[in-house]
């Protein structure tokens, strides 16, 4: 009998792993795992790396997934979770000290009843915003919501219905989630965003232009990458959540959204 999975248990584990993902620190342990090989964990679950060519972004992209215990020893389908990391962070940064390790943990879970078992997908998402680029060279989101998809599903045992599928991300990733569930509410269940960058307003660089310090000066940089330089107000708007919200069909989608008094950009 085909076990369907709950959207609330689904978010149960994303809030973990956003929860985890939101204690970053500033220095310490690395961001990143510079040569990642695929590993097996003591409960008999596996974490891959891939890549495939993108011909959305015009190179290859890479990604994990995590495998859940009895993926091998069984042969049925399971769901899957695609989460997006934050700025500054890739495929491989959950599988770091500095972000918890969180592999181990997420299978600690499933093998003690707390959660049901799923496939868990962490793509490359760069500093991209998960958002194609305005002027249609880097298309970033349609990489995730098509590309991505249909490699994971055409490699892996898993579900292939909006039922068994949810999305997830933390800070620009918690963005690049919200928007995806919103422009395409027939792939998703379910969205978690943790902290996520929301900007408001209809041109989010009216705030941080001329601003001296360094991180305004980077996240201005990023945004004339993504939403154009000179910065393209309609473009923006295609992407804004603000504007993307009232427009979306949200019946059916569970969503969840987590944020932090000590957030590291409040105030930008």
């Not at 974490?47 to 069984?74: N, R």
């Not at 496939?119 to 060279?137: K, L, N, R």
Request: net charge negative; glycine share 10%; aromatic share 12%.
């Amino acid at each position: 009998m085909k076990r369907t999975l709950g959207t609330l248990l689904v978010l149960l584990l994303v809030t973990a792993i956003g929860s985890l993902l939101l204690a970053q620190r500033r220095d310490g342990p690395p961001r990143r795992l510079t040569d990642p090989e695929d590993f097996a964990l003591a409960g008999g679950s596996r974490v891959e790396f891939h890549s495939f060519d993108s011909q959305a972004v015009g190179k290859p992209m890479h990604y994990s997934v995590f495998l859940p215990p009895s993926y091998a020893t069984s042969k049925r389908s399971f769901p899957t979770v695609y989460f997006l990391h934050g700025m500054f962070n890739d495929h491989t940064s959950w599988c770091t000290d500095r972000y918890g390790n969180l592999p181990p943990q997420v299978e600690q879970m499933m093998s003690s009843g707390e959660i049901p078992e799923f496939v868990i997908v962490h793509p490359s998402g760069e500093s991209s915003f998960y958002t194609d680029s305005a002027d249609g060279t880097r298309l970033y989101e349609q990489y995730v919501s098509r590309e991505l998809i249909g490699e994971i599903e055409g490699r892996y045992r898993v579900e292939k219905d909006r039922r068994h599928r949810t999305v997830g991300g933390t800070s620009m990733g918690g963005y690049g989630a919200l928007k995806l569930a919103f422009k395409y509410p027939d792939l998703y269940s379910a969205v978690l965003a943790g902290s996520p960058i929301v900007l408001l307003g209809d041109d989010p660089l009216a705030g941080i232009d001329g601003s001296e310090s360094r991180s305004t000066q980077f996240f201005s940089q990023i945004f004339g990458q993504v939403y154009g330089n000179p910065f393209d107000r309609e473009h923006w708007k295609r992407n804004s959540l603000l504007h993307l919200a009232p427009q979306a069909e949200l019946d059916g989608l569970r969503i969840e959204m987590l944020y932090g008094t000590a957030d590291r950009y409040n105030g930008l």
